[in-house]
């Protein structure tokens, strides 16, 4: 519970409210905020969950996530925890829906703000680090065959493997003069 609280307190959440303050609250998400469904959706993507079935099932395991995400709850003062979680949760194809109807410029503006607000808290995040690394993928010439094997683990596959021939042959050692042909048997 704190991990995620943490987790979503990473995010700049403003400009979704903003987002949806544009549009009717109870239009189309079962009165459900579209910030607790972006949050599912994330804890989707964070614990490797692939259908929603699975998410649904990881939510109700996990009744104080489901406050914490800002579903509105369902109140049943039977219950352990003062709501009913199913009731609570949209269901597994109203979840599927949601996500595949939901706007990909609110999820654009979520994490552009959330780029910006790091890159003011972090100095030099952005910043272009290595511009050419074209070197890497060099085929090795003979002066730089007296480099460590670690400098040749980093060129291509199929290059590593002309490279160590290269050196092989290029060692003096003796090759084999014959033809490397199927042999034939001479008949008597």
């Known amino acids: ?30 009165g459900h905020p579209i910030t607790a469904y972006l949050k599912a959706f994330l804890i989707r993507i964070r614990e490797g969950l692939i259908y929603m079935t699975q998410l649904r099932c990881f939510l109700k395991r996990h009744p104080l996530l489901i406050i914490e995400m800002g579903f509105d709850l369902h109140l049943d003062p039977s219950t352990a925890y003062g709501f009913d979680v199913e009731k609570t949760l949209p269901s597994r194809q109203w979840f599927t829906q949601k996500l595949q109807t939901l706007d990909p410029s609110l999820l654009q503006m979520l994490l552009a703000a959330t780029v910006r607000d790091l890159k003011e808290e972090i100095p030099g995040l952005g910043e272009v680090v290595a511009f050419d690394v074209k070197h890497i993928y060099g085929l090795p010439s003979k002066r730089t065959m007296s480099v460590p094997t670690s400098a040749i683990a980093m060129t291509k596959p199929k290059r590593l493997l002309a490279t160590l021939i290269a050196s092989w042959a290029s060692s003096g050692r003796p090759t084999r003069s014959r033809k490397t042909g199927p042999r034939s048997r001479k008949k008597n």
Do not use: I, K, N
């Open 1 to 30: 519970m704190q991990d995620y609280r943490a987790f979503f307190s990473l995010l700049d959440w403003s400009t979704v409210e903003q987002w949806q303050a544009g549009r009717s609250v109870y239009c189309g998400s079962h």
